[in-house]
């Protein structure tokens, strides 16, 4: 070897931290392209999105989790947020819910507010198509001693009831007009 001639060193490979490059260099080297993987960015900190699995099943969380804390839903593959649903009264965050078998949607600002709405298809029920006649708030479905009834939103201070028929209000007979 000359002067000129540098020699030879031996330093360890810098570290890959480029989720790309890992990406690139993971490959099988048989030359074969495959399908692009599509990246999701997080919509809170921009960076990207990662399928995990959690006790619940597969869900997308951010990569710069504990930092960032934004999850969505797998939905066949991509990530959905979950719809948000709040509560007419207060409106606080309604939470779905379960005690024993009995599914329902709650308030999270219990024990303040006391709103509860059944479970329709995995959203809370709209009962909004209700109105209470005493008060002019609206009617909730509710499950009591005795089974289903509606009830006004605001109980304890509107306590006005309606029977409940295979979950549909029924409405209370108007009392004919005394003059005929």
Not at 19 to 39: H, M, N, T, V
Not at 71 to 95: I, Y
Request: include cysteine.
């Amino acid at each position: 070897m000359s002067r000129d001639t540098p020699k030879p060193t031996h330093h360890s490979p810098k570290p890959i931290t480029d989720a790309w490059e890992q990406e690139f260099l993971s490959q099988d080297g048989s030359g074969y392209i495959g399908a692009p993987s599509k990246r999701y960015r997080c919509p809170k900190c921009q960076g990207v999105l990662l399928l995990k699995s959690g006790k619940n099943g597969a869900f997308w969380g951010c990569e710069n989790f504990p930092s960032c804390d934004y999850t969505a839903n797998n939905d066949e593959g991509r990530p959905v947020r979950a719809k948000k649903f709040f509560c007419p009264l207060c409106n606080g965050q309604l939470r779905k819910k379960s005690h024993g078998e009995n599914v329902f949607w709650g308030c999270s600002n219990y024990p303040e507010c006391k709103l509860t709405l059944d479970d329709l298809n995995g959203e809370p029920s709209s009962s909004k198509k209700y109105p209470c006649r005493a008060c002019g708030h609206y009617l909730v479905r509710k499950k009591g001693a005795k089974g289903y009834f509606w009830g006004c939103i605001k109980y304890p201070e509107c306590k006005h009831t309606l029977q409940d028929d295979k979950g549909l209000p029924v409405p209370r007979k108007l009392r004919p007009n005394s003059s005929d």
